[in-house]
């Protein structure tokens, strides 16, 4: 599956942004879908996934209660609504999918991933 992240950008701190990953190439309510993010010098860290019928999600520590991941099977899109950004959140962030019934946290259990899209934001 092919995966193309967009909605990306500059936003002052307390904004919102909502980032989408359109898929194509593949049956995209057979994947989980999920979201990852890497900041400058660090590693790529969880942010977010969503399973196949949009029924379960998790999130990663620090986004809890501000981020919500989203899927519309339909439109073979994911989105994440980043709400009340810290600077901290500035990062590329990357959409991934897994071919499995369950939602994963670990990079390395997801199978495609799309190009990334950046988000800054300033103080």
């Known amino acids: 599956v092919q995966l193309q992240a967009s909605g990306g950008g500059l936003v002052q701190a307390r904004g919102s942004l909502r980032l989408s990953c359109a898929a194509s190439?593949?049956?995209?309510?057979?994947?989980?879908m999920g979201w990852f993010r890497q900041a400058p010098g660090k590693e790529r860290e969880f942010v977010a996934a969503?399973?196949?019928?949009?029924?379960?999600?998790a999130y990663g520590d620090s986004v809890k209660g501000r981020f919500i991941i989203s899927r519309d099977n339909t439109k073979n899109t994911v989105f994440l609504q980043m709400n009340g950004l810290k600077p901290e959140d500035t990062a590329v962030y990357y959409c991934?999918?897994?071919?499995?019934?369950?939602?994963?946290?670990?990079?390395?259990?997801?199978?495609?991933w799309g190009q990334g899209t950046q988000v800054t934001v300033s103080s």
């Open positions: 991934a999918a897994r071919s499995s019934l369950n939602v994963a946290t670990k990079q390395a259990l997801y199978d495609f």
């Open positions: 190439g593949r049956t995209f309510s057979n994947y989980v």
């Open positions: 969503i399973s196949r019928s949009g029924g379960s999600t």
